[in-house]
């Protein structure tokens, strides 16, 4: 008897994919949170950012859940652009969608203090 190739699909495989975000905050935000994956990937980069935002280790993912931390953190990858790139690259993201991430997440969080350069 010859064993069928085709299994039968599970429900995981077969269900919808989350919906899609089309809130340009929350996109921001994963953003946000996507560059704070990348700066706490180097140790160095890391040390940086701890000791310039006074933030801990121990409460960086508290912090993570404050939208004005997280312009922080957009702010802290924007002002370097050796660091944009590197972060826009292993995130798959043009370093022009970091730069309106920090736009969109600012204008949300009523921030004056930042203005894009326009060519």
Known sequence: MMQSRHRKLTERQTAPLKKP????????????????SFVAGDPERLG??????????ETLRN???????LL?????VLRDDATVK??????????TNVAAA??????????????RDVP
């Open 63 to 69: 912090a993570a859940a404050d939208p004005n931390f």
């Open 21 to 36: 975000v089309h809130n340009p905050r929350e996109v921001a935000e994963i953003v946000a949170i996507q560059a704070l």
């Open 86 to 95: 590197a972060f826009a690259t292993a995130s798959e993201l043009h370093p």
């Open 102 to 115: 920090r736009q969109v997440l600012g204008d949300a969080l009523g921030d004056p203090s930042w203005e």
């Open 72 to 76: 922080n953190v957009l702010d802290f």
């Open 48 to 57: 940086l950012f701890l000791a310039e935002t006074g933030v801990g280790p």
